[in-house]
């Protein structure tokens, strides 16, 4: 059983407008999470990343939101540049876990020009 | 360039071959990973090294044997492995085990015939 789901396996965005890719979570134990993006050919590098006890983080074009009372984080890309097009994996980490990084399968963001 | 590295970038191999992969860190961290990802699915984390000691084997089929001669250094042996482990294989690192951020080698891509 998947405890950190992305839902949507692809998403397409027009370029300039914004990007949100989503993620949601079983376990109430996790206190970080983080994004990487993948771009094929290459391993996956680390984009972003908030603590449990914020509920955003912003850096640059890149804002993650927080909702612990849904379970569910999201990523904000504006504006979307065909260079964001990539593989996205959210990750989730908690002290029960031994602090391991929990991945979700990915969502495929293609941004059109 | 991620600072990690991963030879062979592809392999081909026989259910009855002896293969090795190897992953080589130039981040001066004592953390390092190994994770299978197969189509569709979230990276699984398969063992934890750090300071060169096994900390973590996800209950990995004995077929996947890791080799940590030092914290610079990471080797997945492969015997008699199954179609189905045919995936791609990534290295990763981080300062220490636990750490919020790890960063990730290329991979290997494995075909198993």
């Known amino acids: 059983d998947q405890q950190v789901k992305q839902n949507s396996p692809s998403l397409s965005v027009q370029e300039g407008r914004i990007s949100i890719l989503n993620c949601d979570y079983t376990n109430s134990m996790f206190d970080y999470f983080l994004w990487y993006k993948k771009y094929p050919a290459e391993g996956p590098t680390f984009l972003i990343s908030i603590s449990s006890i914020k509920d955003k983080n912003e850096d640059g074009r890149f804002t993650v939101f927080l909702n612990k009372s849904a379970k569910h984080l999201s990523l904000h890309i504006v504006p979307s540049q065909p260079g964001d097009s990539a593989v996205y994996f959210c990750a989730a980490r908690g002290m029960e876990y031994g602090n391991k990084l929990v991945f979700g399968a990915g969502t495929i963001l293609r941004v059109k020009s | 360039e991620t600072g990690v590295t991963q030879t062979p970038r592809h392999l081909v191999m026989g259910m009855t071959n002896k293969k090795s992969l190897k992953c080589e860190q130039h981040l001066g961290h004592n953390a390092m990973y190994w994770y299978k990802q197969s189509a569709k699915k979230p990276l699984e984390l398969m063992f934890v090294y750090n300071f060169k000691e096994q900390t973590e084997n996800n209950s990995v089929p004995s077929r996947f044997s890791p080799e940590c001669p030092n914290s610079s250094h990471l080797f997945l042996h492969l015997h008699t492995l199954q179609p189905e482990d045919s995936a791609l294989y990534l290295c990763?690192?981080?300062?220490?085990?636990?750490?919020?951020?790890?960063?990730f080698g290329p991979g290997t891509r494995l075909t198993v015939l």
């Open positions: 990763a690192s981080s300062p220490i085990r636990g750490a919020d951020t790890q960063y």
